[in-house]
């Protein structure tokens, strides 16, 4: 299946792109994809217990199963002003 | 320059954090007096707000008004500023009587005038009374020093400029020289002319070799200076910094601070890079969640969005080199900086300026106009700084007054020209027409409450209208409460949030309560009880940085890496563990994060007091804007019909949705007030209060602030001690 991860702030820096295009198999978790991003970005330095995982813009778990077309996001966690 | 009064003193050494002195102005007189505070008054006040709210609940009345002679403008830093081995530690806050909330406002800023404040023997500055003429007060501790002088001239051009005219005096009382050893507060003719002016906060930045400036911007506390005659502070100390606090214990302070810094230096460069890019890194996360204020809060989100976001700033303005922290030490430095930006509007187009900034909350002020140029957010940051303007409260009583004209609820005729959104042309007239009290400016200036006073009786007159209808319609779109504008979240889709804005008790700023994200997003509140929790619990935390004298970011924005161990990462605890070490190591006390917790529900509870008696403390004070719940009009529902439909049918679980988006709209908007009723309901019975929002006898007692005037002001608002049962 196809899915996309959107890259914002720090992670956008980094990687130099806004999204990318993803084909995972059809029973793959968010934690295969995490793995994934981890390999093909290690500059990232994604670490489990920085990030929030949200998915379709709704926050979700590493042990989610993805569906085909999902947009996927780590996002930082934020505190506010 | 002359001096009009002047003594002498003995600068107190600060031991451990405190120097335990105020030193008193009366304007009026004029006379200047130092004085020392009683042990018990640290103990119970903490320091900066606490010193603030005691002495206007001690010294002011419910007749107290922002112009009052009597009502006090404080400045205060804390037991834990001036310390550069410990992050964050160079704030102060300034407190008094606002004219905007007409109750009272407490602003935290940054920069060098604390921790010299503090090394030259004073805890606080209380300035009373009103002065005829201009004067600017010095403080010198190389010359042991106090006097008030007339304020010196230097044209217009110079003198109606906050950041020009510091700069000017600053040159001109330090032999030419601008020098870290001296800072000062100053306020523009923005303040003069408006409710919400601000306080500058002045200091040499040998690196930029120019003043940079950081602002106390809510509520109108530079109004209140101008208008007692004081046109700036100057303080000078030649006195060292690092270890000046004379702390009990020397090691545990280094250790505290090291700790902070080593978690901000690992953490910060892959979580938000506030170092590099500053607060506007969040405009692409509120984007993103329709949490951006677009046109007067009517979207979350827009297209052109993208063209601001935090590193179109540092690749096209902010100085890259340089870490821009306000006060020496901060490894997280997030205040940004720009040098040669050439002005393009207003009376200074063409010129070269530095600018401080931006910060989110500016960036958010523009795009609320519906305006995503960054070239203008940065001259507008300029312009509102250099003319003493709080960027929100400017940017949002604008917008309101655009969405007044997009609704026919004004005309061009009576504007004097067309307020549209996006448009720069029109944002930049009513920007410099506001800070000179001139044409429409005039309305603007007035802030979103009583701009929406002057609208509602003007078209209730034009269209025959009773003014109770046409106030009770602009109401749902002006957002303000308790007479603040609102800071720059859309909290439609954060219950939580509804409640960190209402129940704060200055009004609908975030340092309070930012709970958006744990809420809307990480849906880490999904129950009543669990949001009035932490509707209890970040107010207090939040807001006692405000009573020592340190920066709050530090903690909220950096995420400890052991948080996530936690039962609630959200409140990120080791990292406050270092800030109670710090206490400690400092005062030499031996206080737990619970400790901590009550000094501030001290505080919290004083002002709300103070609230009371200034009539903005009941369930009535904590109502907020329609606008602030749910969409108002149709065109809002419309613009994510998709979402809101969802969101119904799952408020609904099995029954069936109306059939008319009309009617789903109407039932989205009464279910989101019903919401925000039963939230009150919930967040009085957590805190102590009755439904009415008053604080029981029993809470005020438990906090030692049941005074006469305390007992008396609860005995109006029919709060009794209640009887024991058998």
Not at chain 2, 479 to 498: D, V
Not at chain 2, 555 to 572: F, G, L, Y
Request: charged fraction near 25%.
């Amino acid at each position: 299946m196809k899915i996309s991860v959107q890259f914002h702030g720090v992670h956008r820096a980094i990687t130099r792109v806004n999204e990318i295009r993803l084909s995972l198999s059809s029973n793959a978790r968010v934690s295969d994809l995490f793995k994934r991003i981890e390999r093909t970005y290690p500059d990232l330095q994604l670490s489990q217990d920085d990030i929030m995982v949200s998915i379709n813009d709704q926050v979700s778990t590493m042990n989610h199963s993805l569906n085909p077309e999902d947009k996927i996001s780590f996002l930082p966690h934020i505190g506010g002003g | 320059m002359k001096i009009i009064e002047s003594v002498t003193y003995t600068p107190q050494p600060i031991n451990q954090g405190y120097t335990d002195q105020i030193l008193r102005v009366d304007l009026t007189s004029p006379t200047l007096s130092t004085s020392t505070l009683s042990p018990n008054y640290k103990t119970k006040y903490t320091g900066g707000r606490g010193y603030a709210l005691q002495l206007i609940w001690d010294e002011t009345s419910e007749t107290t008004h922002y112009d009052s002679p009597e009502n006090i403008l404080v400045m205060a830093s804390g037991p834990l500023g001036n310390e550069p081995r410990f992050p964050g530690s160079g704030k102060f806050i300034v407190g008094t009587i606002s004219p905007l909330t007409d109750t009272f406002i407490d602003s935290n800023v940054g920069g060098h005038f604390a921790p010299l404040l503090k090394s030259a023997g004073f805890d606080a500055l209380a300035v009373s009374g009103i002065s005829q003429e201009d004067v600017v007060l010095i403080v010198d501790a190389d010359q042991e020093q106090i006097r008030i002088v007339e304020a010196p001239t230097f044209g217009d051009q110079i003198d109606n400029g906050a950041l020009s005219y510091g700069d000017a005096l600053l040159k001109l009382f330090n032999s030419g020289k601008l020098s870290e050893n001296v800072a000062a507060v100053s306020t523009g003719i923005g303040a003069s002319n408006t409710r919400y002016g601000i306080l500058n906060s002045l200091f040499y930045d040998s690196r930029r070799g120019r003043l940079r400036s950081k602002q106390a911007g809510r509520g109108g506390t530079g109004t209140v200076m101008r208008h007692k005659g004081l046109r700036a502070v100057i303080v000078r100390s030649g006195l060292h910094t690092v270890g000046g606090n004379n702390p009990a214990d020397e090691k545990g302070v280094k250790r505290a601070g090291a700790s902070l810094k080593k978690v901000i230096a690992q953490v910060d460069p892959k979580q938000f890079r506030l170092r590099s890019w500053g607060t506007p890194i969040l405009i692409e996360y509120m984007d993103k969640y329709h949490i951006l204020p677009v046109n007067n809060y009517q979207y979350g989100q827009h297209p052109d969005a993208k063209a601001i976001f935090a590193d179109v700033f540092f690749d096209r303005y902010l100085s890259k080199k340089l870490p821009d922290g306000c006060y020496k030490g901060c490894n997280l430095a997030c205040a940004k900086g720009a040098e040669n930006i050439t002005l393009r509007y207003g009376p200074k187009a063409g010129t070269k300026v530095g600018v401080d900034g931006p910060e989110y909350e500016t960036a958010g002020a523009v795009t609320c106009m519906g305006i995503f140029d960054p070239g203008f957010i940065m001259e507008y940051n300029w312009y509102c700084d250099e003319y003493g303007l709080d960027t929100i409260s400017m940017g949002v009583t604008a917008s309101f007054l655009m969405e007044c004209f997009q609704r026919s609820y004004l005309s061009k005729d009576e504007v004097g020209y067309e307020l549209s959104w996006g448009d720069i042309a029109c944002a930049n007239r009513l920007l410099h027409e506001t800070a000179f009290g001139e044409g429409f400016g005039k309305i603007c200036s007035r802030g979103v409450l009583r701009a929406k006073e002057w609208v509602a009786e003007r078209y209730s007159k034009k269209t025959g209208k009773p003014y109770t209808e046409v106030i009770g319609e602009l109401g749902k779109f002006a957002m303000e409460a308790k007479g603040l504008e609102f800071s720059m979240y859309i909290t439609k889709e954060s219950l939580a949030q509804q409640g960190g804005y209402g129940f704060a008790l200055k009004g609908p700023q975030h340092d309070e309560a930012w709970l958006i994200f744990i809420d809307q997003v990480y849906n880490e509140l999904p129950t009543f009880k669990m949001k009035a929790e932490a509707l209890k619990w970040f107010p207090l935390i939040r807001t006692w940085f405000n009573a020592v004298g340190l920066c709050k970011l530090p903690w909220i924005d950096v995420r400890h890496p052991e948080a996530a161990n936690t039962d609630n990462p959200a409140k990120n605890l080791p990292t406050l563990e270092y800030y109670v070490q710090y206490l400690n190591a400092t005062t030499g006390s031996e206080k737990t994060l619970q400790d901590v917790l009550d000094d501030s529900e001290r505080l919290h509870l004083l002002q709300k007091l103070i609230n009371l008696r200034h009539g903005k403390g009941t369930r009535e004070s904590d109502r907020i804007p329609l606008r602030a719940m749910g969409p108002v009009f149709f065109n809002e529902y419309e613009a994510r019909a998709d979402y809101y439909d969802k969101w119904l049918q799952d408020q609904l679980g099995d029954k069936k949705m109306p059939d008319e988006p009309e009617s789903r709209h109407a039932l989205i908007r009464k279910l989101r007030e019903e919401a925000y009723d039963k939230l009150c309901d919930e967040v009085y019975e957590a805190k102590g209060y009755t439904q009415n929002a008053v604080p029981l006898l029993e809470t005020v007692d438990n906090f030692d602030l049941l005074d006469q005037q305390a007992q008396n002001l609860l005995t109006m608002f029919g709060v009794q001690r209640r009887k024991l049962s058998n």
